[in-house]
């Protein structure tokens, strides 16, 4: 699945260059992102699976996590302070100290600790008030607030701290409850769609509720795969998939103009468990899905800085993609290996996995045997 990961990664990349002929992605940057969603929600729950039989595991899981996102978080975030050279924006830093404390606030608290980078995208700034307000008919955000995320796409990993945080809570409840849970997420998309803001594209995937549904279908679709010990798996599949898809073709007789996007998305939970199940033991796979994440937190600034060097858009960005992976491999192998191998000591005491999961597994339910016997030597880490 790390081929898939570095795919929606390079799309996202190629999105920021806008339209270049011949370098069109199958699908839109933000189509990319919900899908890294759906995957995400497969592997925490892969996780927590594990984790669940640890003393501690809530902690431990959340310890896990900000390991995994904030060192490489972290990095770029300096870099683009340092290539900046004024903190982000000249123009932003200057209104941010000017105006008020709230701004002030807003701009440290959301850029490093990336909670509430999402929520930003809603707001408005005034000017002459130097207050902020929340704009339900905003459709991109304001070119200040914008500016005030010195990691540009940095929101979506608050929309991936927001599921955590709340993963350890339902990911342990039954299949059913996910289902309601995801139909509820899914009803407020169709809300919103029916109201007009699924043309918005902070509305339409920087909305965590309207989102959930798209993490849970990557954990049902990650019980699937456990769920081969059990019998007549295949049908439980096909029955879940096709409630959701059924809702899916009728879209359009609710008014719901993203629908291409929202098959796109169940199409993804339909062969995860398979394409995981293919992949999950290829050491060069691994390699390549490691690549993902630091792919996509570097692309802005290696755009950036190669921008002042090359004209032709073609050479351009082949050569920006080319940099952020030479990049992204000194950034594994200087910075998310070794900390990877301090979370293994830090968490670990008996344990056949590797990679993010690390938990301590004394004692296997039956039913999970099979899982470990897929992800015994493969290295499970989410990308946002």
Same mark, same amino acid.
């Given at each position: 699945?790390?081929?898939?990961?570095?795919?929606?990664?390079?799309?996202?990349?190629?999105?920021?260059?806008?339209?270049?002929?011949?370098?069109?992605?199958?699908?839109?940057?933000?189509?990319?992102?919900?899908?890294?969603? %759906?995957?995400?929600?497969?592997?925490?729950?892969?996780?927590?699976?594990?984790?669940?039989?640890?003393?501690?595991?809530?902690?431990?899981?959340?310890?896990?996590?900000?390991?995994?996102?904030?060192?490489?978080? =972290? @990095?770029?975030?300096?870099?683009?302070?340092?290539?900046?050279?004024?903190?982000?924006?000249?123009?932003?830093?200057?209104?941010?100290?000017?105006?008020?404390?709230?701004?002030?606030?807003?701009?440290?608290?959301?850029?490093?600790?990336?909670?509430?980078?999402?929520?930003?995208?809603?707001?408005?700034?005034?000017?002459?008030?130097?207050?902020?307000?929340?704009?339900?008919?905003?459709?991109?955000?304001?070119?200040?607030?914008?500016?005030?995320?010195?990691?540009?796409?940095?929101?979506?990993?608050?929309?991936?701290? =927001?599921?955590?945080?709340?993963?350890?809570?339902?990911?342990?409840?039954?299949?059913?409850?996910?289902?309601?849970?995801?139909?509820?997420?899914?009803?407020?998309?169709?809300?919103?769609?029916?109201?007009?803001?699924?043309? +918005?594209?902070?509305?339409?995937?920087?909305?965590?509720?309207?989102?959930?549904?798209?993490?849970? @279908?990557?954990?049902?679709?990650?019980?699937?795969?456990?769920?081969?010990?059990?019998?007549?798996?295949?049908?439980?599949?096909?029955?879940?998939?096709?409630?959701?898809?059924?809702?899916?073709?009728? =879209?359009?007789?609710?008014?719901?103009?993203?629908?291409?996007?929202? @098959?796109?998305?169940?199409?993804?939970?339909?062969?995860?468990?398979?394409? =995981?199940?293919?992949?999950?033991?290829?050491?060069?796979?691994?390699?390549?899905?490691?690549?993902?994440?630091?792919?996509?937190?570097?692309? @802005?600034?290696?755009?950036?800085?190669?921008?002042?060097?090359?004209?032709?858009?073609?050479?351009?960005?082949? +050569?920006?993609?080319?940099?952020?992976?030479?990049?992204?491999?000194?950034?594994?192998?200087?910075?998310?290996?070794?900390?990877?191998?301090?979370?293994?000591?830090?968490?670990?005491?008996?344990?056949?996995?590797?990679?993010?999961?690390?938990?301590?597994?004394?004692?296997?339910?039956?039913?999970?045997?099979?899982?470990?016997?897929? %992800?015994?030597?493969?290295?499970?880490?989410?990308?946002?």
């Amino acid at each position: 699945m790390g081929l898939l990961r570095l795919f929606l990664a390079i799309t996202v990349f190629i999105s920021h260059f806008g339209n270049i002929e011949k370098f069109n992605t199958l699908i839109s940057g933000e189509l990319a992102v919900r899908v890294f969603y %759906v995957i995400s929600g497969f592997y925490i729950q892969l996780i927590i699976s594990q984790y669940e039989h640890q003393k501690h595991w809530k902690r431990n899981f959340y310890l896990s996590r900000i390991f995994r996102l904030f060192p490489t978080y =972290y @990095l770029i975030l300096i870099l683009t302070m340092i290539w900046s050279g004024t903190s982000c924006n000249r123009y932003c830093i200057n209104m941010v100290i000017n105006d008020s404390l709230s701004s002030l606030a807003i701009y440290y608290v959301t850029n490093f600790f990336i909670v509430g980078q999402s929520i930003v995208r809603f707001l408005t700034y005034h000017y002459n008030t130097g207050s902020f307000s929340f704009d339900p008919n905003i459709t991109r955000p304001s070119y200040w607030l914008s500016n005030m995320e010195i990691v540009g796409q940095a929101w979506s990993l608050a929309i991936e701290l =927001y599921f955590y945080c709340m993963a350890p809570f339902i990911l342990k409840r039954r299949s059913s409850t996910l289902i309601i849970i995801a139909l509820c997420s899914f009803a407020i998309k169709i809300f919103l769609a029916m109201h007009g803001y699924d043309n +918005s594209n902070t509305w339409y995937n920087a909305f965590f509720p309207a989102e959930i549904h798209t993490f849970l @279908l990557g954990a049902l679709a990650a019980r699937i795969a456990m769920d081969s010990s059990r019998l007549n798996p295949l049908k439980k599949y096909l029955a879940v998939s096709g409630i959701f898809y059924f809702i899916a073709w009728n =879209y359009k007789q609710i008014a719901f103009i993203a629908e291409p996007d929202e @098959l796109l998305i169940l199409s993804v939970f339909c062969f995860l468990p398979f394409v =995981y199940a293919a992949t999950c033991n290829s050491y060069i796979d691994r390699w390549i899905g490691e690549l993902s994440y630091p792919v996509y937190l570097n692309h @802005l600034l290696v755009i950036a800085f190669l921008g002042q060097y090359i004209t032709n858009p073609h050479l351009y960005l082949l +050569s920006s993609i080319a940099l952020s992976i030479v990049m992204g491999i000194c950034m594994i192998l200087l910075i998310e290996h070794p900390i990877a191998r301090f979370r293994h000591r830090k968490f670990r005491t008996t344990s056949t996995l590797s990679g993010d999961l690390a938990p301590t597994v004394t004692s296997v339910p039956a039913e999970l045997q099979p899982l470990l016997n897929i %992800v015994s030597s493969s290295t499970v880490k989410p990308f946002l």
